[in-house]
């Protein structure tokens, strides 16, 4: 990814009633605007997680597990039929020349439009011990030739595709946590990786998995596009929800100096560039999320999430079903 395509203005959506549009969100609020702003976390999809094999939806090594995701058409042309492609790939940072591994594929016979379903990969997947780390899940729907997917395995890029990096631990189960992660390769002069850490402490582990401002901004600027005023109301009452948790979680979430408890070593390698990251875990009162990102410019090619949490169990998965004409409701997801 070159710096000048990263910055590009983002796609504005078609006019809604004239196609169809399938996403694979990068957060609650996301509508489809690409490209994700620098600033956003984009490889925490609320539409893919994992059953079997998993510790807190993170993956154990030599353990069966199923993916999972949701995928939305928030056009009104029906999606008929819609192939969904499961990837993966070794803990990750920037996916750069790494070409993901498809585990599975399923199809979606016909997904209305405004609406979403959720599909299950057919194969489940075994991961094999190797460097530590959760490694990467990327999930892409494509339906041709009405809205295929054309941009390779790119959330930043495409609406199609979406990405879930993250590792969870329980707090008191470890005094550290040790990550080796791929990292893209960016410039000729083989320069070591960019890394940066950020950190955030909140009461509530699913805070940190807030809809972003910029996808409430956008989801409220595509909602004008509706032309059915029913759809239109249903679409208005999920995003004021989303909007209302966005403001009363904004104030339970707040930055923490990672800085003396975390050690980043970047290097390139024969098969690449990697980073090796030292985290140790500190003992607050809360939750600790920390996002490692590799830079090129200050450009995000991509990132890796650490949660470290006190609570017995968490959602990591969005369960919100859109139904034309209706409230939001909750399908049953596993």
């Known amino acids: 990814m070159d ?193 940066d850490a950020t950190a955030y402490l909140a009461r509530n582990s699913e805070h940190f998995l807030r809809p972003g401002p910029t996808a409430l901004r956008n989801a409220r600027a595509a909602i004008e596009s509706v032309q059915d005023p029913v759809a239109a109301a249903a679409l208005t009452r999920r995003v004021r929800a989303l909007q209302e948790m966005e403001e009363k979680q904004l104030a339970e979430v707040r930055a923490f100096d990672i800085k003396p408890y975390i050690v980043i070593a970047a290097r390139n390698s024969e098969k690449g560039a990697v980073v090796d990251v030292e985290l140790a875990l500190p003992d607050v009162a809360g939750d600790l999320m920390v996002h490692l990102r590799q830079l090129d410019g200050g450009v995000p090619l991509g990132g890796y999430s650490a949660l470290l949490t006190r609570e017995s169990s968490i959602r990591t998965a969005s369960d919100d079903t859109l139904h034309i004409g209706d409230e939001v409701k909750v399908d049953g997801r596993p």
């Open 3 to 195: 710096r000048e395509h990263a910055q590009k203005k983002p796609q504005r959506p078609r006019p809604v009633p004239y196609g169809t549009w399938l996403v694979v969100r990068y957060d609650d609020a996301d509508w489809g605007y690409r490209d994700i702003p620098a600033g956003d976390v984009f490889w925490l999809s609320p539409d893919i997680w994992i059953t079997g094999g998993t510790n807190y939806g993170t993956i154990i090594a030599d353990i069966p597990f199923t993916v999972h995701a949701r995928v939305w058409n928030l056009g009104q042309f029906p999606a008929s039929p819609t192939r969904v492609d499961f990837a993966i790939v070794d803990p990750v940072l920037g996916i750069g020349q790494v070409e993901p591994h498809v585990i599975g594929t399923a199809w979606i016979d016909d997904l209305p439009g405004l609406s979403a379903t959720a599909v299950t990969c057919p194969q489940t997947w075994i991961r094999p011990t190797v460097a530590g780390g959760h490694p990467c899940l990327l999930v892409k729907a494509s339906s041709s030739p009405m809205d295929p997917a054309t941009m390779g395995y790119s959330p930043v890029h495409d609406r199609h595709v979406g990405q879930r990096n993250l590792h969870v631990v329980k707090a008191g189960t470890a005094n550290s946590l040790s990550l080796r992660l791929q990292a893209a390769v960016v410039g000729e002069g083989g320069a070591q990786p960019q890394v």
